[in-house]
């Protein structure tokens, strides 16, 4: 989590367990011994395998959202000094990943016409080849599906928000049908994604975003990982691969 809520990490197993830890520093008559870590919460919500797990930026709250294959998300919160979830159906045949939006609108930092505050968003990927959109809802205390994105032909292995405030919002999507698309949307039509597909020629397992938003990082079955960047055409050029 951000270390404003202290060292605090989050682990997910295939037993459908998520575990938060918290890291303990000696006690000063020992102050060159190592921290410990210790846990200090426990949930099963899930009945089947953890697959993925992702902290929201800090902005939005102490947040972790675990994607699982029992077909269900559950969302965690820290409220001090306990922890509350969430739980709730999202993909049928099974969730394989998460993937928070940036707490601020797009565009806010660059129009007056865009309105700034923080927001509680996420992108999931299933098994039933489809994207969907979370976002909360303050009258109905929950995550809602507020938009499928559809395109993909098998399994959605991977799905990654990218940390832009610019105007665009960009949601990269890598699936096992070979291709991973890149969703975009402006801060004018917050409800229109428009998609690119990039081919490839193995199954893809992972999507990452540079820390600038800018550069996605794609690997898959066929051990190499390439980069690609947006142009001033907004076509997608691969500027690297890595094959070792």
């Known amino acids: 989590a951000h270390p404003k809520y202290g060292s605090i990490l989050a682990s997910s197993s295939y037993d459908g367990r998520v575990l938060i830890w918290r890291e303990t520093s000696p006690p000063s008559s020992t102050p060159n011994a190592s921290p410990s870590w210790s846990k200090v919460a426990e949930f099963g919500l899930h009945t089947a395998s953890v697959n993925l797990i992702s ?19 559950s969302v965690l919160e820290f409220k001090e000094p306990s922890w509350e979830h969430q739980i709730f159906a999202a993909h049928g045949a099974g969730v394989n990943s998460v993937s928070w939006a940036p707490s601020s609108v797009p565009g806010s930092l660059v129009s007056s016409k865009v309105e700034a505050g923080a927001v509680r968003r996420f992108v999931t990927g299933g098994s039933d080849c489809l994207v969907k959109i979370w976002d909360w809802s303050p009258d109905q205390k929950t995550y809602t599906p507020t938009l499928t994105l559809s395109g993909h032909t098998d399994w959605v292995r991977d799905v990654a928000f990218a940390p832009t405030l610019l105007q665009k919002s960009y949601i990269a ?23 690119t597909v990039l ?10 975003w540079s820390l600038s938003g800018n550069v996605l990082a794609v690997s898959g079955g066929d051990n190499k990982v390439s980069l690609w ?3 001033m055409k907004g076509e997608w050029d691969c500027v690297k691969w890595i094959e070792e």
Do not use: M, Y
């Open 55 to 73: 902290w929201s930026p800090h902005e939005s709250g102490c947040l972790l959202a675990c994607a699982s294959s029992d077909g269900s998300v």
């Open 173 to 195: 999507s890598a699936s096992q049908d070979k291709t991973v698309r890149i969703w975009t949307s402006d801060a004018l039509h917050p409800n229109e994604w428009k998609s």
């Open 199 to 208: 081919n490839f020629e193995a199954v893809l397992w992972r999507v990452s």
């Open 229 to 231: 960047k947006e142009n």
